[in-house]
C-alpha cells in the first residue's frame, strides 16, 4: 500500500534517491522518476510492466528548460508549445544527449510536456531534473485520474502518491511532432485539434492503426478494461437478449433497451469535455457492475469527442 498525500518534501525527497512517486497532472496520473536516472528510468518501465520501446514523456515546468533538453527546435512547434503550455499538449523535438536513450527508446526525439496543475508545477520546479511520467497504470490498461486509481493498480509498487485532486481534462495529453516540415498529430488527447489548427494551419492525424514506429506506444489495443466494450450495433435490437447482463456507457441519453442501473452517462449536459474527464473513471466502474459485455456508442466526431473516440476504439479493441 502506498502513502496518499500532499507532502512535496517527501516526493522531493524519494525522487532525489531515484524512487518513483504517484504524480499529479490536469490530464492523467503519471508514475514519476527523475528523467536523466537510467536507474529511476529502469525503475519505471519495469513498475508498469511497460514494453522498453515505448518511450516516456519528459516533464517540465518552464519552456526556458526546452534547450537543456532539446536541439533545432522547429519554430512551429515551439509557437504551439509557448501557446499551450502549460497544458495537455506534449511535444517531440530533437534530443540532446543529456536525456538517457532509454528515455526515447532509442528514439532521436524527446517528448516533452508542462503540466497545468499546481502541485506537479512547484515540484517540478523544486527539482534540479525533470520527471519522465507514463500515465500511472500497468501497461495496456485504463489511464488513472484519480490517486485512488494509481493505489488501487500500482500501490503494491509504490511508496508515496502525491495527491493532487481529480485530474481536470481526463485524458492524456495530444501528441504532436514534425516530419519534412509537416506537423503530425500522433496522439489525440485533451488539446483539441481545432486550437491546434487556430495556431499552425491544417496538421496531418496519424492513423493509429496497430502499432506505429513512429508512436510505438500507440498500439491498437490498449485502455482495457477488464469487461468486454463494444460499439452498439446502429438498430440493434437488444429485445432479444437478456439485457441484465449488458452494461452502458454513453454521451447524454439512457439506452431505453437496458436497465438504468447499468448505464453510465459521461455528461448528462451533452458537455464534450465534461465528457472526457470521466470516460477513464466510468471504462473502470464498469468492472463493479454485474454484466458480461459494455455497450457503448460513438461520440460527436469534433473537439474533445475525436479523443474519446479514439480512446473508446482501443477499449473495444
Ligand atoms: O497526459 C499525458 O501525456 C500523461 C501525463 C502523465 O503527462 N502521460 C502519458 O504518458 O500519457 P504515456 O507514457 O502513457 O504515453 C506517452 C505516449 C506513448 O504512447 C509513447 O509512445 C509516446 O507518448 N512517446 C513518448 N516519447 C515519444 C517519442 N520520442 N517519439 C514518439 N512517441 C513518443
Ligand atoms: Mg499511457
Redesign the pocket.
Known sequence: MAIIGKDIKRALELLKNDELIG?P?E??????GNALSEKAVLKIFKTKN?PSF????V?TYSIKELSTFCEKIHPELLKLFETFSPG?L?V?FP?KQLIPDL???G?E???V?I?KHELALELLQSLSFPLA?????PFGYV?PTTPQHVENQLGNKLTYILDGGNCKIG???T?I?EEHGELII??L??LKIEAIEEIVGKVKVNDFSSSNP?????LKSHYAPKIKVSFLPKNYDLGKINSNKIGFIGFDKYNSNIPIKNQILLSQKGNLEEAASNLFAALRATEELNVDLIYTEVFPDEGLGKAINDRLKRAVA
Open positions: 504524480f497532472t490530464t492523467v496520473y503519471g508514475l514519476a511497460r515505448d518511450p516516456l514523456i516533464h495537455p506534449t517531440l534530443k528515455v526515447t527508446s528514439l526525439r524527446v517528448a510536456r503540466p511520467a507514463p500515465s500511472a497504470n489511464s485524458l492524456e495529453s501528441i511532432g500522433y496522439r488527447g485533451g513512429k508512436a510505438p506506444g500507440m
